[in-house]
């Protein structure tokens, strides 16, 4: 009877022991299943591992972009705004879809306002929110990374189907013009290579829409901003190709591909300009 006892007893506290030492094993194995993503480099510095929230989600990232002033639509903004993180317009056509969805052509030729040139310190989902203004809200496509525009409610009654055929036609030929394919750099025309002259200015010309206007093959539009203001220093005031004087006439000296910025510098100077151009640092 007292060793039946104390079999029992002994058993009882194994059991016991069993239970207390079983339990923080399951503990820790409950912990290795979930997902931590920090690892220690030593015995009291952890360090912090994987994506970070904008490169699982695109549409999080923080921006801080200043649209060329070349650009002057909002569609053209729109273009250089997502090409960065691999998103587009989506500007496809089916042929059951609804006429609806040439509401967007309305926005994408709207001039666009100099507030919008500057975005910073925002998403770049709040950036497309604040591209479509109150007007318009933009429909994602997670799977073809592209972006659609759609009037919000209440403001269908403000567009008929003709202005949206007239929209859609006009940035459809805008789109045509630019996805020309470039010409190889450093190639200039033989018309370039003769002096010829631009003018006079008149009130309200901007250096671009002029460079628009002249024949200057194999160049970018940066780099031919950058070629006919160095080319005309006695056109603009302060230094400064945003401010160009109304009567000047332009000379077009023969293009010299060595003296030439590359496109990234070209760029690089126009938006430097247009930086202390906009933010009053020269008198305009």
Not at 133 to 146: A, E, M, Q, T, Y
Not at 188 to 195: A, D, L, R
Not at 245 to 262: D, F, I, R, S, Y
């Amino acid at each position: 009877m007292v060793v039946f006892m104390r079999e029992t007893v002994i058993g009882r506290w194994v059991a016991i022991l069993t239970m207390i030492f079983a339990l923080p094993l399951t503990v820790q194995a409950n912990t290795t299943d979930t997902t931590d993503s920090r690892i220690l480099e030593s015995r009291y510095i952890s360090a912090q591992v994987g994506p970070e929230d904008a490169q699982t989600d695109l549409l999080k990232s923080i921006i801080d972009i200043q649209v060329p002033e070349q650009i002057t639509t909002v569609g053209g903004a729109l273009d250089y705004l997502l090409r960065p993180y691999g998103f587009q317009l989506d500007v496809s056509h089916e042929v059951d879809e609804q006429p609806e969805v040439d509401e967007q052509y309305l926005l994408l030729v709207l001039t666009l306002p100099e507030p919008h040139r500057k975005l910073e310190s925002m998403t770049l989902m709040d950036a497309l929110i604040t591209l479509g203004g109150k007007s318009f809200r933009p429909l994602i496509n997670p799977v073809k990374r592209s972006v659609r525009y759609q009037l919000r409610e209440g403001f269908g009654q403000f567009a008929t189907a003709e202005e949206m055929e007239v929209a859609k036609q006009e940035w459809l030929d805008q789109k045509e013009i630019t996805s020309l394919p470039p010409k190889e750099p450093g190639v200039i025309s033989v018309v370039q290579q003769e002096h010829q002259t631009y003018g006079p200015v008149q009130r309200g010309d901007s250096l671009s829409h002029i460079a628009s206007q002249l024949n200057l093959t194999g160049m970018t539009i940066d780099q031919v901003l950058v070629y006919l203001f160095r080319a005309n220093p006695h056109a603009f005031a302060n230094e400064n190709m945003n401010h160009l004087l109304a009567g000047k006439m332009l000379n077009t000296p023969p293009v010299n591909p060595e003296t030439l910025p590359t496109a990234f510098e070209a760029s690089q100077l126009v938006d430097e300009h247009y930086r202390l151009w906009i933010q009053r640092e020269v008198t305009p």
